[in-house]
């Protein structure tokens, strides 16, 4: 009897995350994971802080050479997918080889959104999506800055902080009003402005970038919408990112704006092909309507999730999205979405390093957002897990026992399950 074989294109998060899961499910099928990276599957998030660092030596292996040999997982590194031919169910990979796929996972993934402004395209215009980018980005650095971020969103505060924290100028420009303010709201945001600002960074809301100027393959000058022009010998953009969604397309796959749309389960247009991770165009509860979520953690969930169904045991992704980001020796720590219709409270005696703020929803925390609160945010992820009713004047008070919240409940209805969703 033939064995069914599994495909997974791009070998990240979330498609390293799918193979494992069906393996401990024990799909019985092939599974082969290919990417066009040459180097062992490796975390993405430590990337920007190892900008200065060997780039190779730095990276961190999702799993050991070893795991994908006991569970045989083949590896296929290095290699592109050049066409999937949704009529034979085959994908044909760059060096000609055909694989027979009875199963497809697209975990392609996104990449960054280039600036289209005149001189954009040189070698000290650069961005961050991978090791390479993280090498390139390093080595320009070496040389000291000024540097100029566009773009104040995760990535960019990120690269200005460890940047900051080596001496570097850093000058940081964003359209928006603040730092992050889709994701955190003008109040959370304006602390982190605070953060950046008493570390040294200058930063310049509410304009954007006309063009870039210099002697041939460099940048020297940005030029601002307003006039203004700022000294760069590194420039890096990190404006968002745009789906990599063209295998889909390839094999008439229906695709949107946010990238492959997939049902609850993972499965697109076309059966026999699924996608999942930053790629994937999704319904969540956390989201007001169907988009990608962009995080780490959610990748390793949805592809677990994914990897799941693939093997006979469909699971729905539902878990309040993750987020985190290292600045200046303190992490940012964002669980769920808040909504423009919640309640902001943001616990008493905030400061830029050290903040507690919630999104309260129908009498229940929606989302949460802390730096230096670690233990905090472990507690509030299982009282939104539980949808513990709780008085936002309660969480203001930086007195007040989230655990004892907690018990309560515990006490009332039984243990509060850990890896329970939170409430829409």
């Known amino acids: ?21 069906m393996r401990r499910m024990d799909f019985p099928g092939t599974i082969t994971l290919v990417d066009t990276d040459p180097r062992l599957p490796y975390e993405r998030p430590p990337l920007s802080k190892a900008l200065l660092e060997d780039g ?21 590194l290095g290699e592109r997918v050049t066409e999937v031919d949704p009529a034979r169910l085959t994908v044909r990979l760059g060096s000609g080889d055909i694989l027979k796929s009875g199963r497809l996972v697209l975990a392609t993934g ?20 991978d090791a390479d980018d993280a090498r390139r980005i390093g080595a320009q650095l070496a040389g000291g800055g000024p540097l100029v971020i566009v773009g104040a969103g995760f990535v960019g505060l990120e690269v200005a902080a460890v940047a900051r924290t080596r001496g570097i100028d850093v000058t940081i420009v964003e359209a928006q009003p603040h730092p992050l303010v889709h994701a955190l709201g003008p109040d959370v945001a304006e602390l982190l402005t605070d953060l950046h600002q008493g570390h040294g960074v200058r930063l310049l809301s509410g304009v954007t970038v006309s063009a870039f100027s210099g002697p041939a393959g460099r940048v020297e000058e940005v030029w601002l919408s307003d006039g203004r022009r700022l000294p760069a010998a590194v420039v890096v953009v990190g404006i968002g990112v745009e789906p990599r969604h063209e295998l889909a397309r390839s094999a008439i796959v229906d695709t949107d704006h946010y990238g492959i749309p997939v049902n609850e389960f993972g499965q697109t247009s076309r059966a026999w092909i699924y996608a999942t991770g930053d790629v994937a165009s999704q319904r969540h509860p956390n989201l007001p309507q169907r988009g990608r979520i962009e995080h780490w953690d959610a990748a390793l969930r949805h592809g677990a999730a994914v990897g799941s169904t693939l093997a006979g045991d469909p699971v729905r992704y539902t878990d309040a999205p993750y987020a985190w980001t290292d600045q200046y020796g303190a992490t940012l720590q964002l669980i769920g979405r808040g909504r423009p219709t919640d309640d902001l409270v943001l616990r008493e005696g905030a400061t830029p390093g050290r903040f507690l703020a919630f999104w309260m929803r129908r009498g229940r925390i929606g ?58």
Do not use: H
């Not at 495909?7 to 995350?17: E, T």
């Not at 289209?116 to 215009?125: F, K, S, T």
């Not at 609160?373 to 539980?386: P, T």
């Open 367 to 424: 989302a949460v957002a802390g730096m230096d609160a670690s233990r905090e945010i472990g507690v509030v992820k299982r009282l939104m897990a539980a949808g513990v009713p709780v008085d936002g004047e309660q969480l203001a008070r930086p007195d007040t026992d989230l655990r004892g919240l907690l018990k309560k409940r515990r006490a009332a209805d039984g243990p509060v399950p850990v890896g329970a969703s939170a409430a829409p």
């Open 110 to 129: 996104v990449r960054a959104r280039r600036l289209a402004v005149e001189g954009g395209d040189v070698d000290n215009v650069l961005s961050l999506r």
């Open 56 to 76: 190779a030596s730095a990276l961190v292996p999702i799993q050991p050479a070893e795991t994908y040999r006991d569970l045989d997982i083949e590896l296929r």
């Open 1 to 21: 009897m033939t064995k069914t074989r599994c495909v997974i294109v791009g070998a990240s998060a979330a498609g390293v995350s799918a193979a494992l899961q």
